[in-house]
């Protein structure tokens, strides 16, 4: 094999993006194509409606009967944060690899903060083209009364999307099964509460508050790394 | 120090949780719900009747005096509200109390309904359909159009979200000469079909004045009502019943309940209990004879009879041990010293709140301290944690305890 | 500063399980060190320790002078590490994997890695994850060779390998490191291939130190003798001298740092009568095996 041509070497932000690109790409792609596929789904749904109804009375359905004709979508950003979750640590794990990136020169702390932040910002990515597509869709059918509830309602759930996949790495990166467990169980009593709601807006009072508490989800995550690189056991 | 911010933040998440489902797998085991009651007034003892349903749903029936009635007794005693039962035993009376019964029906002469404050207080897309209320069909239709009010009223076509600017001009022109303030607070109504007729909605403007607004003829009909100087509307309920006595019940935010009465908008104040905690539900019967309101609250319900003009005329109050007051509530109180609530008695939306549960759990924080003292000598991981870490003990009593036992310092800390 | 690394009174245990004790060691820098022992003596620990990945239970370790489970990130730049079982990112390819770690060493020569993974005769966007073992270990060396490190710790470097891959591996290895007297500390249990390779070597037993010294001093000081004798030999154990013995019936072999004056002195001493004792010429594959046991 020749010597490859002498391209510009990567920075190492970049080559962590890079690696962690490599990891989760077919994952984004995946989301991507769900995303579309749902919302290919919904726009189709209604359109059906429209045709075979009178727009007077899909609306009042949504209004009054308070019908969520995106509930669909309401898992999908927590099974996209799972699962890219999933795709960029298991791998990591296995035969503690993380190990060789705690050895490269960078800190420990801006390699995890790195290596979270390439992951929320798929997942932001992703949630944002979950956002946009249904702020279309409903645009097309609905006044703007109708797309901001249809938003505000959707937001929860991008939130546990986010939650979830700060859950997985935290969860996954702890070297101490037991630990593990008790993770798991909070993490799962906290994504809980983002699937309280079943009407639209209910979270419209208090968004706010959950937003804080997805970003306070996002530290535990330097606990596990630090436990993991020192090797505890207990 | 990031790794240091980060265990305390988990902490924090687990106490959070703890202080959610703890409390909720507490009351699944302890908590025994308190015996249903009823209470009306029978018209024909001139006294309350007591419905008592205990939680196997076996019920009894009780006069104020301890005496204890069969259900038939009961029902006997309840003339107008089980009139239909009556007629089948074949034991309806002709009267009652010099009233006629020969052309009595329940759905004309009587009106039952309960004002649920919490049934509004829930988001809402504010677009509404205006119902023509004289139209000429007996059945009630939908318009073509659903209204908002923003800047002015405007009514928008579903068909292609476009303005319906006949409508929207005619409307908010006559907003305009009657003094609405834009853009509307709330908006209450009934917007089905399924009723006799329709009377429109009831508009909070910006500055805080009720309007009643409905489409007469296709023309706006715009009444301001005069509430009393301070009044705040909180919630409403439409009343659109053929007995067309009172057009609302309205619930303030200074927590007086109102009657707006049909035929002059009059505001009637109810002579409902102001005492502190939650509004709870007002269940309103009307009779040929006056008005019954039946008041529940958290752990009471009265029942007040009012004359025709909706004066007091006497109450009786039913009242049971609160479930903070019970044996399983006192422990619960001195056991945890709050709870994540995220549900609200007030309304149907989704909050993140905490509620403290008082001085009692001073006692339970300094169990769970002593209990992290003693946990500390046998526990070795917990003897790493420095003093200090028992603030989260302190502030958090047995969640600070659980957090700092699933979450103790490492070696390195 | 002669040392690279340096570990004083280095204790470790597993729960009660005590993996070691006081243990004391250093490299010289520019040599290669040794850390032997058989399967669960605490080798791949003592790596951990050395890279931070594990706390001591007691004692500290020093890496190009500085504590162990706090290297400066500028200093992990100046050595390579390699993981037991030539771990890497399986999900690269040749090609991908040598771009992501040159982006983190400023001395990169990207070369050094060519050099060697041409050999595998492979295309650039061939995955790690279908490469043989051997293959692999080839890729994980020409990374660190390419990182040209001033340390080298290699764990394990023959797991999995066949004698082939083995001496494919040294031979590369012991070229850079002599060409640029680099520092390596390896461990290993396949013990024939290093006679030739570590400067100096710790042999580590259970729970203890069994020797520490040069592996020439190791081959010159350590004897096999055999002897046969009607009489049970278990009260020479007593003797600090003697590391180990193996009796088949009345045949004994014993193992020591000592000569045949030496052994006879003890065994009148302890009143074993014996026959001729001959000296058993020992591989160092052998040697080791006699100072750690077979069992």
């Given at each position: 094999m020749a010597l490859p041509e002498n391209t510009e070497p990567l920075r190492p932000l970049r080559a962590l993006i890079f690696k962690e690109w490599l990891k989760i790409r077919w994952v984004l792609w995946g989301a991507l194509l769900?995303?579309?596929?749902?919302?290919?789904?919904i726009a189709l749904e209604q359109r059906q409606l429209f045709r075979n109804n009178k727009p007077f009375d899909v609306w009042f359905m949504v209004i009054f009967?308070?019908?969520?004709?995106?509930?669909?979508?309401?898992?999908?950003?927590?099974?996209?944060?799972?699962?890219?979750?999933?795709?960029?640590?298991?791998?990591?794990?296995?035969?503690?690899?993380?190990?060789?990136?705690?050895?490269?020169?960078?800190?420990?702390?801006?390699?995890?903060?790195?290596?979270?932040?390439?992951?929320?910002?798929?997942?932001?990515?992703?949630s944002l083209g979950l956002l946009a597509g249904l702020a279309l869709i409903t645009h097309w059918y609905y006044p703007a009364e109708i797309v901001f509830s249809a938003v505000i309602t959707l937001l929860p759930w991008l939130l546990a999307g986010w939650m979830g996949y700060s859950a997985t790495v935290t969860v996954l990166i702890e070297p101490v099964w037991f630990r593990r467990i008790v993770l798991l169980a909070i993490y799962f009593g906290l994504i809980r509460f983002f699937f309280a709601g079943f009407s639209y807006g209910d979270y419209s009072l208090s968004w706010g508050w959950y937003v804080l508490l997805t970003l306070a989800t996002t530290m535990p995550v330097f606990l596990s790394g630090h436990r993991f690189r020192r090797g505890f056991h207990t | 120090m990031i790794v240091r911010l980060a265990r305390h933040l988990l902490i924090l998440l687990t106490m959070l949780a703890a202080s959610f489902y703890l409390p909720e797998f507490y009351w699944q085991l302890?908590?025994?719900?308190?015996?249903?009651?009823?209470?009306?007034?029978?018209?024909?003892?001139?006294?309350?009747?007591?419905?008592?349903?205990?939680?196997?749903?076996?019920?009894?029936?009780?006069?104020?005096?301890?005496?204890?009635?069969?259900?038939?007794?009961?029902?006997?005693?309840?003339?107008?509200?089980?009139?239909?039962?009556?007629?089948?035993?074949?034991?309806?009376?002709?009267?009652?109390?010099?009233?006629?019964?020969?052309?009595?029906?329940?759905?004309?002469?009587t009106m039952s309904l309960r004002f649920d404050p919490r049934e509004t207080a829930i988001a809402q897309i504010p677009l509404y359909p205006l119902l023509e209320s004289a139209g000429e069909y007996i059945t009630l239709s939908f318009p073509d159009d659903f209204f908002?009010?923003?800047?002015?009223?405007?009514?928008?076509?579903?068909?292609?979200?476009?303005?319906?600017?006949s409508l929207t001009i005619r409307f908010s022109d006559a907003l305009d000469a009657a003094g609405f303030q834009y853009p509307a607070q709330s908006i209450y109504g009934n917007p089905t079909t399924h009723k006799i007729f329709d009377e429109g909605y009831y508009v909070v403007d910006q500055a805080g004045r009720l309007w009643h607004l409905k489409k007469v003829d296709g023309k706006p009909f715009i009444q301001l009502i005069e509430l009393p100087a301070g009044c705040q509307v909180q919630s409403l309920q439409v009343i659109e019943h053929p007995i067309r006595q009172i057009r609302a019940a309205l619930l303030t935010r200074e927590r007086d309940y109102y009657f707006i009465l049909w035929d002059d908008y009059r505001p009637v104040r109810l002579p409902l209990d102001r005492a502190p905690g939650r509004p709870g539900t007002v269940s309103i019967y009307l009779d040929p004879f006056g008005c019954q309101l039946l008041h529940n609250r958290e752990n009471s319900t009265t029942c007040y009879l009012l004359d025709r003009d909706y004066r007091l005329l006497k109450s009786h109050t039913e009242t049971w041990t609160p479930r903070h007051e019970t044996l399983a509530g006192r422990v619960y109180g001195a056991l945890f010293p709050y709870s994540c609530q995220i549900r609200s008695a007030?309304?149907?939306?989704?909050?993140?709140?905490?509620?403290?549960?008082?001085?009692?759990?001073?006692?339970?924080?300094?169990?769970a301290l002593l209990a992290t003292l003693l946990a500390r000598r046998y526990y070795p991981a917990l003897r790493r944690s420095p003093i200090a870490e028992l603030g989260w003990v302190a502030v958090g009593g047995l969640y600070g305890f659980i957090a700092l036992l699933l979450i103790p310092p490492d070696p390195e800390d | 500063m002669t040392n690279a690394i340096e570990c004083l009174n280095l204790t470790?245990?597993?729960?009660?399980?005590?993996?070691?004790?006081?243990?004391?060691?250093?490299?010289?820098?520019?040599?290669?060190?040794?850390?032997?022992?058989?399967?669960?003596?605490?080798?791949?620990?003592?790596?951990?320790?050395?890279?931070?990945?594990?706390?001591?239970?007691?004692?500290?370790?020093?890496?190009?002078?500085?504590?162990?489970?706090?290297?400066?990130?500028?200093?992990?730049?100046r050595i390579g590490l390699l993981h037991e079982g030539h771990i890497q990112y399986d999900f690269m390819t040749i090609t991908q994997i040598e771009r992501f770690y040159a982006a983190f060493y400023p001395r990169w020569k990207r070369q050094y890695y060519y050099h060697l993974v041409d050999k595998l005769g492979l295309s650039g966007d061939h995955k790690i994850a279908?490469?043989?073992?051997?293959?692999?270990?080839?890729?994980?060396?020409?990374?660190?060779?390419?990182?040209?490190?001033?340390?080298?710790?290699l764990d394990d470097?023959?797991?999995?390998?066949?004698?082939?891959?083995?001496?494919?591996?040294?031979?590369?290895?012991?070229?850079?490191?002599?060409?640029?007297?680099?520092?390596?500390?390896?461990?290993?249990?396949?013990?024939?291939?290093?006679?030739?390779?570590?400067?100096?070597?710790?042999?580590?037993?259970?729970?203890?130190?069994?020797?520490?010294?040069?592996?020439?001093?190791?081959?010159?000081?350590?004897?096999?003798?055999?002897?046969?004798?009607?009489q049970p030999v278990e009260v020479l154990r007593r003797e600090s001298l003697i590391r180990n013995i193996e009796t088949l019936k009345q045949h004994v072999t014993v193992f020591g740092f000592f000569g045949v004056n030496e052994l006879e002195a003890l065994l009148d001493k302890n009143g074993i009568t014996h026959g001729q004792i001959t000296e058993i010429p020992l591989s160092f594959e052998e040697a080791f095996i006699g100072i750690t046991g077979k069992y």
């Open positions: 769900i995303s579309l596929g749902v919302l290919t789904l009967r308070r019908r969520l004709f995106y509930a669909e979508l309401r898992f999908i950003p927590l099974a996209i944060g799972v699962i890219s979750g999933l795709a960029q640590f298991v791998p990591e794990i296995i035969k503690k690899r993380l190990r060789l990136a705690f050895h490269l020169p960078v800190s420990e702390t801006g390699l995890i903060l790195t290596m979270q932040l390439i992951g929320l910002t798929a997942s932001l990515l992703t | 302890f908590y025994k719900k308190p015996i249903a009651t009823r209470i009306t007034h029978s018209i024909i003892q001139d006294d309350f009747l007591i419905t008592r349903t205990d939680t196997q749903g076996t019920t009894t029936y009780w006069t104020t005096q301890g005496q204890s009635l069969t259900r038939r007794e009961y029902i006997q005693n309840n003339p107008f509200l089980f009139y239909s039962q009556l007629q089948r035993w074949g034991i309806a009376p002709d009267s009652v109390k010099g009233y006629p019964m020969r052309d009595f029906s329940n759905r004309i002469h908002r009010i923003r800047q002015r009223l405007e009514f928008i076509s579903p068909v292609d979200r476009s303005i319906v600017d007030d309304d149907r939306y989704i909050h993140l709140t905490l509620r403290l549960n008082g001085w009692p759990a001073l006692i339970g924080i300094a169990v | 470790h245990c597993y729960g009660s399980k005590i993996v070691y004790e006081n243990l004391n060691f250093h490299v010289e820098r520019g040599k290669i060190f040794g850390i032997l022992g058989k399967n669960g003596m605490g080798k791949t620990t003592a790596i951990n320790i050395l890279m931070g990945f594990l706390r001591p239970t007691a004692g500290r370790c020093l890496v190009l002078g500085e504590e162990s489970h706090r290297i400066r990130p500028e200093t992990r730049a279908h490469m043989s073992c051997g293959q692999r270990s080839q890729i994980a060396l020409g990374l660190i060779l390419a990182q040209d490190p001033d340390l080298m710790i470097y023959s797991m999995g390998l066949d004698a082939g891959y083995r001496h494919l591996f040294l031979d590369f290895l012991l070229d850079f490191v002599r060409t640029d007297q680099k520092t390596v500390l390896m461990t290993s249990h396949i013990i024939q291939d290093l006679e030739n390779v570590i400067d100096d070597a710790i042999i580590l037993g259970y729970q203890k130190l069994l020797a520490q010294l040069p592996v020439s001093t190791f081959r010159q000081t350590f004897h096999a003798y055999r002897f046969d004798t009607p």
